[in-house]
């Protein structure tokens, strides 16, 4: 006859094997809910990351734009008929000429970069619209200027290029005609 103290003693490690059992299962889920929930804040930074330079290299065609805005004719030919205008934008109201140093940044974190580059990709001379001028005449043109919005955020070795087409209107010295 078997008595009751030796069916106790060979069941006393089974709940201890149990236990550890479903710790490890808890301890891995936990785990794996740790590294999703990481990967899933590196996405939101990435995503956020990318929305900032997007909207830097915009700003940079935006200060462009309101700079061509106020050009003058002269400022205008001069200016975008020989190399690039570059602009660096310092913050989103202001802006300085040439190219961002590597200490220039638009945002006081000094996480963002953006610059602008304009150019005139050409221009198209307007037939009938000849204004005379003691001994020469000016045509009216329509100048085609590339604007090129760059942004970059160093910290994370990020850029952002967009590339625009904007057309002003303008004058052409008499000087530049040329008859082919």
Do not use: W
């Amino acid at each position: 006859m078997k008595t009751e103290s030796s069916v106790l003693t060979r069941q006393e490690g089974a709940a201890l094997l149990v236990a550890l059992i479903v710790l490890l299962l808890v301890s891995m889920m936990g785990i794996s809910a740790l590294r999703s929930s990481i990967f899933s804040g590196r996405v939101a930074t990435s995503v956020q990351a990318d929305a900032m330079t997007f909207e830097a290299a915009e700003t940079a065609l935006g200060v462009t734009f309101r700079n061509l805005a106020t050009m003058s004719n002269q400022e205008l030919y001069s200016g975008l008929a020989g190399p690039a205008i570059e602009y660096c934008v310092r913050s989103t109201n202001t802006s300085a000429s040439g190219p961002c140093a590597s200490s220039d940044f638009m945002d006081e974190r000094k996480l963002l970069r953006a610059q602008s580059t304009s150019f005139i990709a050409g221009y198209t001379m307007r037939d009938g619209f000849a204004v005379g001028q003691t001994g020469a005449s000016n045509i009216f043109v329509d100048y085609q200027i590339n604007i090129l919005g760059e942004s970059a955020m160093p910290t994370l070795h990020l850029e952002n290029f967009h590339l625009q087409e904007a057309l002003k209107f303008g004058i052409l010295p008499a000087s530049e005609i040329r008859e082919d």
